[in-house]
């Protein structure tokens, strides 16, 4: 009879344990913590790797001439039960001059299979990082995944300052909604060694758009260098001009040293209304696949080798 004891009395220290373990939520809210991080005055701030990954509702950035360091290992995911307004960024970067992010292989990680479905309001602008308004921004070193929208959003709200001197270097963006990268509005940008690909899930499902909205700046010595777009539905990289008007000032976009393959056009440079100026240049770039450029006359794209 001692054996049959025995086994009894661990079966229900088993089902206790179990019991406990399942009753412990999955999903943590780290969002206050890591928000007064963000905050603080000091010039440089870490955010460390966690024992388990940090989870945050959307994060904003609004404070100037600073470096926030994404120690080796770090990764924040956004919290599942949030995210419901369609226009809910992971981080959001608005009116901020001087301001360093350094990932280090440091993952942002969003719930983009969520966000198709009730009662997440249908949208496609969850980015993993929104840059607004702001100055002097390099960003490198990051992993942004699975986000709702694109995976950098550089834009401009009509009527607002134009960003300047946006940096992106060294990042890896996979598997996002709507794009690697778009660009709305730009007065020098650059992208180096960044690889953009599995971007999926709605129209242009492009590695990068550079698309201005009606009434802003426009774009201005935008340079792609040294990049991989690949896998991408949409175009690898994409110009898509048709809210520019002829007095804006001219667009000049430079990609070199770049590859596009395996997308569904290795580049497309269309839809450019008549008097809208500028150049588009690739330069010793591997552009494998279709590529779909229409221009009108005074509006110049070059494909070359230097």
């Not at 007095?247 to 497309?268: G, L």
Request: proline share 5%; aromatic share 8%.
């Amino acid at each position: 009879m001692k054996l049959p004891l025995l086994l009894l009395f661990f079966s229900l220290i088993l089902h206790v344990s179990c019991t406990s373990i399942s009753s412990v939520s999955p999903d943590y809210d780290d969002t206050h913590y890591l928000q007064s991080l963000l905050d603080t005055e000091e010039p440089v701030t870490r955010i460390p790797a966690g024992v388990r990954p940090w989870s945050s509702r959307p994060l904003t950035i609004s404070t100037s001439d600073k470096t926030i360091v994404f120690e080796e290992g770090c990764v924040i995911r956004a919290v599942k039960d949030a995210y419901y307004d369609a226009g809910d960024s992971l981080l959001t970067i608005r009116a901020v001059q001087n301001l360093t992010l350094e990932g280090k292989g440091a993952v942002l990680q969003m719930n983009r299979k969520d966000y198709r479905r009730l009662p997440w309001k249908k949208g496609e602008w969850r980015h993993g990082i929104a840059i607004h308004e702001s100055e002097n921004i390099t960003i490198s070193g990051l992993v942004i995944k699975d986000t709702g929208g694109d995976g950098v959003y550089i834009g401009q709200r009509r009527d607002a300052a134009v960003c300047r001197n946006i940096v992106l270097r060294n990042l890896l963006l996979e598997n996002n909604y709507r794009q690697g990268v778009s660009v709305i509005s730009v007065h020098g940008f650059l992208m180096e060694g960044c690889i953009i690909t599995r971007t999926r899930g709605t129209p242009p499902a492009a590695g990068i758009d550079f698309e201005p909205n009606g009434g802003v700046y426009g774009l201005v010595d935008c340079v792609i260098r040294s990049c991989t777009f690949e896998h991408n539905a949409g175009p690898g990289i994409l110009v898509y001009l048709a809210k520019m008007t002829a007095d804006q000032i001219p667009v000049s976009i430079r990609v070199e040293n770049t590859r596009s393959r395996r997308n569904f056009f290795s580049v497309a440079v269309y839809a450019v209304p008549k008097g809208v100026n500028g150049t588009v240049e690739f330069i010793n770039c591997d552009l494998s696949f279709w590529k779909y450029i229409k221009v009108p006359e005074g509006f110049q794209v070059s494909l070359r080798k230097e």
